[in-house]
């Protein structure tokens, strides 16, 4: 070529992109619940189970991933349509767990003041199918799926919903706000931490305790936590990021409401204060309410008082939500 040797110029190869070493847990991050949809097929009335003050109460079962997810509805009596509060219960011991257990005081204060209701039994729970709940997703996953089910029910009012969570419903509702834009407004009571690692942290001393074997110890604790848990948080400390919900926050729309007593013998002021602060820092809209001497579920009074304060809350957000 014009008496030139011609010579061959080959590109160096592009580096390969480091493999997800837990791509497999990927689903349970919170990208992983952004990216999916939620909400096939509708709640089933299975039966009433009776007629209070005010409102009637059904057992009421709908799809979550290809399980059947049983549930408490509450319709206020009259034609509606009426504003809709999901309630998330707190933990219990799955073989004493009843439909109802944890939600329902709020529930039935909630609808006998005109909102209808629904409170999730989650996988695994009373009548609902059994399944593993990795990470502890699952349950924000029934959780999710219910929201547009909810919202298409014939005596809902159009337009957003609200929701409540105590203890392990608290940390269900901050990580559903993180995922679905549906939520108007949010109150967040005792709750569990939003810190998925501190988490599971918490769960392996309870089972510890349980089991009767002393702090730091492992061996032996067999339960749900090794099941729920498949790989530790300091084997994976990025995946643990990604699974919590406080990086996250920047992606919450609705306004938020957290209660804590002062003598809570479960939950710590840092679970919510963690949630409270990062809120804040989020520049999101966001109520604090302390209740000194109050242990991890409201007595008296101050029951009273947060049972007032939740309910003016959801009217006066819901009544904005639904005209937007």
């Known amino acids: 070529m014009n008496g030139a040797s011609a010579r061959l110029v080959t590109a160096s190869p592009a580096p390969s992109a480091t493999p997800d070493p837990w791509a497999a ?3 349970y991050t919170i990208a992983g619940l952004r990216a999916r949809s939620y909400g096939q097929g ?14 009637t109460r059904y057992l009421v079962a709908y799809p979550s991933d290809g399980l059947r997810i049983t549930g408490m509805l509450n319709v206020p009596a009259g034609s509606g349509p009426f504003p809709v509060v999901i309630l998330n219960h707190g933990y219990y011991p799955l073989d004493v767990y009843q439909t109802g257990n944890g939600s329902k005081l709020a529930a039935d204060y909630l609808a006998s003041r005109g909102f209808l209701t629904i409170s999730p039994d989650f996988r695994s729970h009373a009548g609902s199918d059994d399944a593993p709940n990795l990470f502890r997703a699952g349950h924000v996953i ?3 799926n219910l929201i547009p089910l909810a919202q298409k029910l014939p005596q809902a009012r159009p337009g957003k919903l609200g929701m409540w969570g105590h203890s392990n419903g608290g940390a269900i ?4 706000i993180v995922v679905s834009d549906q939520v108007a407004a949010a109150v967040i009571y005792s709750p ?3 810190n ?3 988490d599971y942290q918490f769960r392996v001393e309870r089972s510890r305790a349980r089991a009767g074997q002393p702090p730091g110890r492992r061996t032996g604790v067999i339960d749900r936590v090794d099941v729920e848990f498949p790989v530790a948080p300091d084997a994976a400390p990025d995946l643990y990021q990604r699974l919590s919900p406080l990086p996250y926050l920047a992606f919450v729309s609705a306004t938020v409401q957290i ?5 809570d013998e479960t939950v710590p002021y840092k679970w919510p204060g963690d949630l409270l602060d990062g809120l804040r820092a989020a520049g999101k809209p966001v109520e604090y309410f302390e209740y000194p001497g109050q242990p991890h579920s409201f007595t008296g009074a101050a029951n009273q008082l947060y049972l007032r304060r939740i309910a003016e809350f959801f009217g006066a957000q819901l009544a904005v939500a639904g005209q937007s």
Do not use: C, N
């Not at 709640?43 to 005010?54: D, F, L, Q, S, Y």
């Not at 509702?173 to 559903?176: G, I, V």
């Not at 209660?259 to 003598?263: E, K, L, P, T, V």
């Open 25 to 27: 847990y990927a689903p």
């Open 42 to 55: 509708q709640i089933e009335i299975v039966r009433e189970i009776e007629r209070a003050a005010g409102f």
């Open 142 to 144: 029934d959780t999710l």
């Open 173 to 176: 509702t901050a990580k559903a």
């Open 192 to 194: 569990a931490s939003s």
């Open 196 to 198: 998925i690692a501190e």
């Open 259 to 263: 209660h804590w007593g002062s003598a």
